[in-house]
């Protein structure tokens, strides 16, 4: 009689990135453990011997996923190296008592050196519940997922994922239609036990859910990991932090093969209970990915994040990627960095405004309002050149005054200041007509006209 197979088909995110999860599992399995391990990957679905599973093996999984996340494999490290400087003793003891579980099993136990063997004893006899505590408790880990009470546990009547999980005894009555718990569906299985090992990143995880074809759906997550995982390399030797965000939308726009479909992606957060989905179409798959330049300047004078106090920065690329997604006009991010750019000699503002206009653009998706751009910004030029008859405090004392009607969405106050300055400087504003027509529809103009209105001192 055959043996009892399961198959798994990418029904909903959870399922695929379950199926990310098991095929690492199984991958691992025939590296480490077994020769010949009974599972079989399809284009819409995995087939896996359910006996296969188990808590040893997904332990030892555990271990090699996640090294720099175990505190006693990195002491085990430095005792393998015969280490005894005052240095490493320092790093053993510290990683020994990292966590509730070490501090328990090494109370009154100190590393000095001469006691490598008794401390790695300790360590292999109690191996499996070093590495379950830590990867249930550890926050980026499976706690950042799941309910940590429900690991290795069978279905239960809810999700073991944050922000589906219900405390059934609590509130599982009015969860049900008409508070009948009758009522109530609840969908958990055992397999999502295996979803934190399809999301990579540094505390803003990703998983992007290109489901078409499974094969690829591995491939991708895969490069995205190695991806995050050479930042990581690069950004400790550089002793600077991962921005997981950037990686990822940098893979996008770097790597055209990376998604090439409308796709879902699931961002989980440490600082939050639940998960984020990103739906990315193809219309902001092709503005991202025309982001790309051969200088790589296009898209990476966006990868900032400028102060405004101690405790608040704008993140631009943050409010960037948003806006794309959702396909939404970054009018508020140029008009304050318009008002806020305190230093009007820094070309580096005046770049990345320039960069947000022409997102602009993109997303509206008018290539003629991008032509009208250049008319206004050789009208700006031509005002800026006249030192002779525009001094350089009244040109900045026009920016501003333009730049406060745009913010303050003056529109008219903005024709009447933008008519004076063109009486006064004695130039021809043809782009003007079009911002008397429909100021909204051509609100690029006038971006463009600011930003361009200034002196920079070589």
């Not at 009689?1 to 695929?16: A, G, H, Q």
């Not at 206009?357 to 008018?366: M, P, R, S």
């Not at 024709?415 to 130039?427: I, P, Q, S, V």
Request: net charge negative; with cysteine.
């Amino acid at each position: 009689m055959d043996k009892e197979r399961r198959i798994v088909e990418p029904l909903d995110w959870r399922y695929s990135a379950a199926i990310v999860g098991l095929v690492k599992y199984f991958e691992y399995l025939e590296d480490e453990v077994l020769e010949e391990p009974d599972w079989n990957l399809e284009s819409d679905r995995l087939e896996f011997d359910p006996t296969d599973i188990t808590e040893e093996n997904y332990l030892g999984f555990v271990e090699r996923e996640y090294p720099e996340d175990m505190h006693h494999v990195q002491a085990e490290n430095i005792l393998k190296a015969g280490n005894t400087d005052e240095s490493s003793i320092k790093i053993v003891n510290e990683k020994l008592t990292a966590n509730t579980v070490l501090k328990k099993l090494f109370k009154g136990i100190k590393y000095d050196g001469s006691n490598a063997e008794m401390i790695q004893k300790v360590i292999d006899e109690n191996r499996q519940e070093i590495v379950r505590e830590t990867f249930r408790n550890k926050n980026n880990l499976y706690r950042n997922y799941c309910n940590t009470n429900q690991l290795f546990e069978d279905g239960k009547d809810c999700c073991r994922l944050l922000g589906y999980y219900v405390d059934m005894p609590k509130k599982g009555k009015a969860m049900g239609y008409n508070f009948e718990m009758a009522n109530f569906v609840g969908q958990d299985d055992p397999i999502f036990d295996f979803i934190p090992f399809a999301f990579h990143g540094e505390r803003e995880f990703f998983f992007a859910n290109d489901n078409l074809e499974l094969k690829h759906l591995i491939s991708a997550t895969n490069q995205f990991k190695k991806c995050i995982d050479e930042q990581k390399e690069k950004a400790e030797n550089e002793n600077r932090s991962v921005d997981a965000r950037q990686v990822f939308f940098n893979l996008i726009i770097e790597t055209p093969d990376f998604i090439e479909n409308d796709i879902e992606v699931i961002v989980k957060n440490v600082d939050n209970t639940h998960f984020e989905t990103l739906y990315l179409r193809q219309e902001s798959l092709k503005i991202f990915q025309n982001l790309k330049s051969e200088d790589g300047k296009k898209y990476k004078c966006f990868c900032r994040k400028i102060k405004v106090t101690d405790n608040y920065w704008v993140d631009i690329f943050r409010k960037v990627t948003d806006a794309v997604i959702n396909l939404v006009l970054l009018d508020d991010l140029i008009e304050w960095l318009l008002k806020n750019d305190k230093n009007s000699k820094d070309d580096n503002y005046k770049y990345i405004v320039k960069q947000l206009i022409g997102l602009n653009i993109a997303i509206k998706g008018d290539k003629d309002l991008e032509q009208r751009t250049k008319v206004a910004y050789a009208c700006a030029k031509a005002v800026v050149q006249k030192k002779d008859k525009v001094a350089d405090n009244k040109l900045d004392s026009y920016r501003q005054k333009l730049t406060s009607a745009l913010s303050l969405g003056d529109y008219d106050r903005f024709n009447n200041l933008l008519l004076n300055l063109a009486n006064y400087a004695d130039e021809t504003f043809d782009f003007a007509y079009d911002l008397f027509e429909d100021f909204e529809k051509n609100k690029e103009l006038a971006y463009t006209f600011v930003n361009a209105l200034r002196r920079v001192n070589k």
